[in-house]
């Protein structure tokens, strides 16, 4: 990489994590160029060459989180044997990425915009299709049909993300695993057993 | 009640009309005040005497909607002998009353501000809580902890809310049956298994 381009990819670095900053402190509502720029150090025009609205680096923050999580989950999920080891893991990895300090107030700052980018986007979509795959490894899941297989991934995936946020809104007090581990369980079971009651 | 009474209510239901059909066509974030005084056909003032903002109302109708749904879903809990009939009944009364086309395209095109608002409100919690009691009620259900009812009814209540608004983005196609056939039978299993596996 030239110099040129090291000092493009530090100043744009520089504007997204500035815009972190100021999205869990204050929300993406209340956050503007100008308090970009500002805490980022650099000037207007600069900030205009890599984005056009405090909402694209939002979007841009929130894409890059979704492929860690999809990576990071990815990588948990490796070589496990049972469908609850599964589920587990990719509960636990997901809640470990989410759960930092910076990643909890930029949650529960911009919940709503969070979920709305979220939903039809690649990364969240391609992260219920592999979940929806790899249940298929696992003997003990027996749905027949695959739209099964679809609103059972939908509803576990969005299940942890509804209890990450609310557990800081304060709703009960539980830790990572044992969040992880409810789940888990929870949805085990009810895989489990599905093809017999059905 | 007296002809003055009965006039303001009226107006406060034609605003209310309007503008849920001005929400549900071009969304809150695009509804002004002059479109809703222009299709309610009243004057601005008189907007004024009952809300303050477009946000005002739409808090106001999903206040209404809200209070609704316990209502319907508390009558349709009545009587019911099992863990898989309170659940079945309780999504199947949920789905009943927020899928008509009319509140399909309102969730639809205001998803994100429907569950921002939707957070920590009065009737929402009650049907958290209500849930959270109820299933006590069922010898099948056997967690010894009262967190994990409250977790337990966070994830059921918003799965019931997420696949409703997965359907509606085409991720899948299912009728209101087969969903709350589907997520009984997950939950139920879920629970009933829980303690013999935690």
Redesign the interface.
Known sequence: MSRRELNKKEKRERIIKASLSLFSEQGLENTSISDIVEKSDIGRGTFYNYFKTPKDVFCEILDELNCKINFEVKQAQVGLKTA?EFLYASFKAYLDLVSTEDMMLFHKNN???I??IS??SESILSL?LNMQEDLKRFPEVAFADK??F???S??AI??AS??F??LH?N????SKEE?A???A??????????SA??
């Open positions: 609850y919940q709503n915009q979920r709305s939903y039809g219920v739209k099964y679809k609103m059972f939908l509803i969005s299940s509804e209890l946020v609310c809104h709703y009960f007090d539980a969040m581990h409810f789940l369980n929870v949805f085990v079971n009810g895989l489990k057993n599905y009651s059905s």
